[in-house]
């Protein structure tokens, strides 16, 4: 009881706390789509440790996922802060010929830089398989930095960097990569574009 009272309480001190932050400093709610393409850290390093032994190379080095990967998904959520916003929604991503993932995501979002010019964005991503495929239960992590750019009133563009980590049922992959998202948000007075 007393944890739920406790959670309760910190939740309202967010929620008062971010309606008093000035309106122009947070989006508001936003959908966020965004595609991107990464290459497996895992096998390039697993393949210098093992170049010498002919068992890798038959066996091993033929089931592991391909040396790249490619992913679209959608995140819809909502900034509290003008530092901070929290997202959910899903994610496929193209592993391997028999790896199709579709994951649930969770992705809070830090912000840092200045508000009318550019905005350095800090996410970080858990994503669980909601999908069957040739894995089950697989999960993954991941870390994005960039950077956010506006184009109008409701539309900012994101672009940056990835590491994202995929652990499977009896192996795992590494990944690492290149982002770009679109976001639509809801308050018209974040970007510069929306000042009157």
Same mark, same amino acid.
């Given at each position: 009881m007393r944890r739920i009272l406790f959670f309760c309480t910190f939740i309202l001190s967010v929620?008062?706390?971010?309606?008093?932050?000035s309106e122009s400093k947070t989006m508001g709610f936003y959908v966020s789509p965004n595609i991107q393409v990464g290459y497996n850290l895992g096998n390039s390093i697993k393949?210098?440790?093992?170049?010498?032994?002919p068992y890798y190379q038959q066996y091993?080095?033929?089931?592991?996922?391909?040396?790249?990967?490619?992913?679209?998904?959608?995140?819809?959520?909502?900034?509290?802060?003008?530092?901070?916003?929290?997202?959910?929604?899903?994610?496929?991503?193209y592993i391997a010929d028999?790896?199709?993932?579709?994951?649930?995501?969770?992705?809070?979002?830090? %912000? #840092? /830089?200045?508000d009318n010019e550019w905005k350095g964005i800090i996410e970080l991503e $858990?994503?669980?398989?909601i999908n069957k495929a040739n894995v089950d239960n697989s999960k993954y992590y991941g870390l994005k930095i960039g950077f956010q750019d506006s184009f109008s009133k409701r539309l900012n563009q994101e672009f940056g960097l990835f590491l994202q980590a995929n652990d499977f049922t009896f192996s795992n992959a590494t %990944? #690492? /990569?290149?982002?770009?998202?679109?976001?639509?948000?809801?308050?018209?007075? $974040?970007?510069?574009?929306?000042?009157?």
């Open positions: 929620w008062s706390f971010a309606q008093s932050e393949d210098n440790q093992n170049q010498d032994s091993v080095r033929p089931n592991l996922p391909n040396d790249f990967t490619y992913g679209v998904g959608v995140v819809v959520g909502y900034q509290f802060l003008s530092f901070f916003a929290l997202g959910t929604g899903i994610k496929y991503n028999s790896l199709h993932l579709l994951n649930w995501t969770v992705q809070p979002k830090f %912000f #840092v /830089g200045k $858990y994503g669980a398989q %990944f #690492v /990569g290149f982002y770009i998202s679109a976001t639509i948000f809801s308050n018209k007075n $974040y970007t510069i574009y929306g000042k009157d």
